[in-house]
């Protein structure tokens, strides 16, 4: 996958997280691409929203993509690293490749991922690191409970 195609797929994720944010939840968004470059499934972290802990944005972003025959070639596209639970999604149904936005604010399960054959791409992009940094400034509990902490 080269790099432009990654941070097109990026803005759909990044417009869910200011999606989240809006709504009074959690500024991550998520989308889910098929082997042949075609939006799936899009989403956003709406735990505190919907008052459910499960309900992550790639979790939402898979949901939205509904059943598929199989995974393989697909790629999901975060904002974020994924955590453990969102890794073990992307493991369980054999998601190929993981794009993703930054993990200098929370470093997920992705080195796990790549160590199993799940192609990764980190981008390390300005505004995701921004929206996550300003998020937990002022929502320090908040993310802490998100993140199990």
Do not use: K
Request: aromatic share 8%; hydrophobic share 40%; charged share 25%.
């Amino acid at each position: 996958m080269e790099e432009q195609q990654a941070r097109t797929w990026l803005a759909t994720a990044v417009e869910e997280a200011r999606t989240g944010l809006a709504e009074g939840g959690i500024p991550i968004g998520a989308a889910l691409y098929g082997a042949d470059g075609a939006l799936l499934g899009r989403g956003h972290n709406r735990r505190v929203q919907d008052d459910d802990p499960s309900m992550h944005a790639e979790t939402a972003a898979f949901r939205a993509a509904g059943r598929q025959r199989t995974y393989r070639g697909t790629t999901m596209v975060t904002t974020l690293s994924p955590c453990w639970y969102c890794s073990g999604l992307v493991r369980q149904f054999g998601i190929s490749h993981v794009v993703i936005g930054e993990a200098r604010t929370f470093r997920g399960g992705h080195d796990w991922l790549a160590r199993h054959g799940v192609r990764i791409v980190l981008l390390d992009d300005p505004e995701c690191v921004e929206m996550m940094r300003d998020f937990i400034g002022r929502n320090p509990a908040l993310w802490h409970e998100d993140i199990g902490a």
